[in-house]
């Protein structure tokens, strides 16, 4: 099970993380989907949830995000009880991606994006020029440049999905919460939104939470993992010790092994060979 890592400064005392849970509990009906979680999500990593279909990922990052109670505990962003904070203010430091983005009128890609600078206007509301270059610059960073004025009726999936992205990105909360990102993708944009994450957490004081069924990208990118039994159970810890062949079978039901090549690792399934008749 998950505990808490410890946070100590140079002068000994104890520093907030960004997110941090409190003998979580999550139910949805008769199901526990996690039992007693507690544990820091701190500056400089990237947490993977993973975990099997209805394990809980979709719920435990909406309550992370504050968007959905909990049955028991309780969660902070930089010490403070999400009930205590703010909306505006709590979204200057924790942004949301959903798993499914839908849009419902016709914008361009960068007003889309600009509208996650809503927690930083002031004033009359009006976006300035900063405001237009923070959402220049996270399209940018997606390789989203010529995309800017695009409608964003006309994109693919994996194309909305990687504006909603770049519009978390321009909220510029340290934090990230992100649900099943990189959904909708190929492998060549996921592997360039997982390096663009890394880039970004590795520029400042800044933690993302996402969730991932590609349990190699995962073990590739994050730095560490929590994964959901569906049963209430959670691992939580550096990735390569909670993404386990044996951790990862008894998660998903299905037996798992991991092969080595050299310093390259891959969790893949393990089939049984045919008999012969």
Wanted: aromatic residues 6%.
């Amino acid at each position: 099970m998950s505990s808490a890592t410890s946070h100590d400064t140079v002068h000994g005392a104890r520093e907030k993380p960004l997110l941090a849970a409190h003998a979580l509990t999550l139910r949805t009906g008769a199901r526990t989907l996690v039992e007693g979680l507690t544990q820091c999500f701190d500056a400089g990593e990237i947490w993977c949830v993973a975990g099997a279909n209805g394990a809980g990922k979709t719920t435990l990052i909406a309550t992370l995000a504050g968007l959905r109670e909990s049955a028991a505990g309780h969660v902070e962003v930089d010490g403070m009880a999400l009930r205590d904070w703010q909306p505006v203010r709590l979204a200057q430091r924790r942004a949301l991606m959903p798993q499914d983005v839908r849009d419902a009128f016709s914008a361009s890609v960068l007003d889309t994006v600009l509208l996650n600078r809503y927690p930083h206007l002031a004033g009359w509301g009006w976006e300035s020029e900063d405001d237009r270059a923070a959402a220049h610059a996270a399209l940018a960073m997606l390789g989203l440049e010529t995309f800017a004025a695009r409608d964003v009726l006309s994109l693919s999936g994996g194309e909305r999905q990687r504006v909603a992205l770049a519009a978390v990105l321009c909220q510029d909360a340290p934090l990230l919460l992100l649900d099943e990102p990189l959904s909708h993708l190929d492998l060549h944009h996921q592997i360039a939104c997982l390096e663009a994450l890394s880039h970004w957490v590795n520029t400042g004081s800044r933690t993302v939470v996402f969730s991932c069924h590609d349990l190699n990208l995962a073990r590739r990118y994050a730095t560490h993992a929590l994964l959901l039994d569906g049963r209430g159970g959670c691992f939580a810890g550096p990735v390569r010790e909670v993404l386990t062949a044996e951790r990862a079978s008894a998660a998903f039901g299905h037996p798992l092994r991991l092969i080595r090549e050299g310093e390259h690792e891959a969790l893949v399934a393990a089939f049984e060979l045919p008999r012969e008749r």
